[in-house]
T-cell receptor, first 113, second 115 residues
Framework: AQSVTQLDSHVSVSEGTPVLLRCNYS??????LFWYVQHPNKGLQLLLK??????LVKGINGFEAEFKKSETSFHLTKPSAHMSDAAEYFC???????????FGTGTSLTVIP | DTAVSQTPKYLVTQMGNDKSIKCEQN?????MYWYKQDSKKFLKIMFS???????INETVPNRFSPKSPDKAHLNLHINSLELGDSAVYFC??????????????FGAGSRLTVL
């Protein structure tokens, strides 16, 4: 069975400092992993996806994530936080058919000016 | 614009009423979904249709009934609304091919408030 665990429900960073949002996954085969962002009162937008190509995945808005099989992790990072990054972030794994998606419980990112 | 669109965006209604939320996608995707997001932002899958066929039917009260007239539309009808049904409901779609590269595309959400 597939699942993801987001290790932090809330993360606060100062503007201009690095962002790290942690996600561990569980999957019985090579997973497809995603990060989605949800800004207040908006729908979810795809930030990036990993589908067994390069382990370091670059996404939109300067975000990237690294797939580490040995650690079963897919942490999301950004070198320098911007005020507009304040949002809810979801780590997601899909099943091998690509039809069912398993969401983490979300991490709320606050950016302090 | 290519997108997943859902209507209405906001819905305020009384307990016991029946309401529907409509969803349409023009992405040519084969699979559509309904998710419920509660006040703690938890996202729960409710239903999924692939080419008008129900493929995911999670433990949801049978007051909730999805209908897919064609693969571009997936509507959600809710009977006898209860206070606990208050949430944001998201429609989404994906290519639906047997591939790990499928990506979910979401609508903007429909906020349902039951009074």
């Amino acid at each position: 069975a597939q699942s993801v665990t987001q290790l932090d429900s809330h993360v606060s960073v100062s503007e201009g400092t690095p962002v790290l949002l942690r996600c561990n996954y569980s999957s019985s085969y090579s997973p497809s992993l995603f990060w989605y962002v949800q800004h207040p009162n908006k729908g979810l937008q795809l930030l990036l996806k990993y589908t067994s190509a390069a382990t370091l995945v670059k996404g939109i808005n300067g975000f990237e994530a690294e797939f580490k099989k040995s650690e079963t992790s897919f942490h999301l990072t950004k070198p320098s936080a911007h005020m507009s990054d304040a949002a809810e972030y979801f780590c997601v794994v899909s099943d091998h058919n690509g039809n069912q998606f398993y969401f983490g419980t979300g991490t709320s990112l606050t950016v302090i000016p | 614009d290519t997108a997943v669109s859902q209507t209405p965006k906001y819905l305020v209604t009384q307990m016991g009423n029946d309401k529907s939320i409509k969803c349409e996608q023009n992405l040519g995707h084969d699979t559509m979904y309904w998710y419920k997001q509660d006040s703690k932002k938890f996202l729960k899958i409710m239903f999924s249709y692939n080419n008008k066929e129900l493929i995911i039917n999670e433990t949801v009260p049978n007051r909730f009934s999805p209908k897919s007239p064609d693969k571009a539309h997936l509507n959600l009808h809710i009977n006898s609304l209860e206070l606990g049904d208050s949430a944001v409901y998201f429609c989404a779609s994906s290519q639906g091919q047997p591939s790990g590269a499928n990506v979910l595309t979401f609508g903007a959400g429909s906020r349902l408030t039951v009074l």
